[in-house]
């Protein structure tokens, strides 16, 4: 099972950018999917971004824009692109494979307005 360890959040003014990476301890390659995933304090976990084995992206209305998954196979990394930042992206931000596995510790996403 690959580990995944998540980086790049910080506190950024609204309309601000971002640019997370998860960093895999192996192969990305055999998973059908990697994808983002953002959980705000009492609230699910929903995901915001997906990308396909072949490159195709997938993304909530929410984010839909503003948001954009790419990834390294030969660096076995997957990022999340933010741009025009709102406060109610504020949350704590996990990557995972498709099949699902286990969570990393995530990184803090904060917007202030």
């Known amino acids: 099972q690959v580990q995944l360890v998540e980086s790049g959040g910080g506190l950024v003014q609204a309309g601000g950018s971002l640019r997370l990476s998860c960093a895999a301890s192996g192969s990305i390659f055999s998973f059908n999917a990697m994808a983002w995933y953002r959980q705000a304090p009492g609230k699910q976990r929903d995901m915001v971004a997906t990308i396909t084995r072949g490159g195709m992206t997938n993304y909530p209305n929410s984010v839909k824009g503003r948001f954009s998954i790419s990834r390294d196979f030969a660096r076995n990394t997957v990022y999340l692109q933010m741009n025009n930042l709102k406060p109610e992206d504020t949350a704590v931000y996990y990557c995972?494979?498709?099949?699902?596995?286990?969570w990393g510790q995530g990184t803090q996403v904060t917007v202030s307005s």
């Open positions: 995972n494979t498709d099949p699902r596995g286990a």
